[in-house]
């Protein structure tokens, strides 16, 4: 299964101030970590090391999924996040934060499974799991038509709409975690969060930022691309 901890059918940071000591307080999920219901649809972009991307959600493709996307962004969850596990011609996943504190927080706060309303076509976001119902925080985006996982229970929640080509042109190099190969391993970012990536993987990609768009132009309409900078930084 596209698990979050491997994802072959098993989906099997560095921060924004590259300060690794800087307090988590403020990403630890609220007392009642039921999300509140987020808007129908909103967009939110990824500002990333090889420029931005943007996801458009749809809470009418999977409602539960929406409303957690939502909670995690609004939260600041995904800023600093490795994009860990990059395997060409199958996903793109991220979601395993770089404060192992943070992890540990939000790793079983799990949302209960959404139908599959969409199926897992190139571009759609989608959050990765361990088997049923234990959606958390880990997401991916499906590089090419995955409809093999619809009937696993992966449901779409939203797709990239904007900068494409930038997930696409995320740095690949490891290759798979294990057990199926040598990249990034799953149980150790867990335990030490972006101190082991960095040592370890140092050219992975990351998110600077992940915000939700104040306003989203009107389904149907056509929206200019996405400036694309390939430029590592």
Known sequence: MLARRFVPICLSLLAISCDSGSSSKGLMPPRDATPARAPDLFRVTFETSRGPFVVEARRSWSPKGVDRF????????????????VVPGFVVQWGAHGDPAVNAAWDKLYIADDSVAHSNARG?????????????????????????????????????????????SLYSGYGEGPPAGFGPDQREIMQRGN????????????????RVLESIVPPGMVTPPARVDTTRK
């Open 70 to 85: 939502y909670q995690l962004v609004k939260n600041g969850y995904y800023d600093g996040n490795r994009f860990f596990r």
């Open 124 to 168: 759609t976001v989608v959050f990765a799991t361990m088997g049923p119902n234990t959606r958390a925080a880990q997401l991916f985006v499906n590089l090419v038509n995955n409809s093999q996982l619809d009937g696993m229970g992966f449901s779409p929640f939203g797709e990239v709409v904007d900068g494409m080509a930038v997930v696409d």
């Open 195 to 210: 101190t082991y990536l960095e040592r370890n993987f140092p050219d992975l990609d990351f998110i600077r930022s992940a």
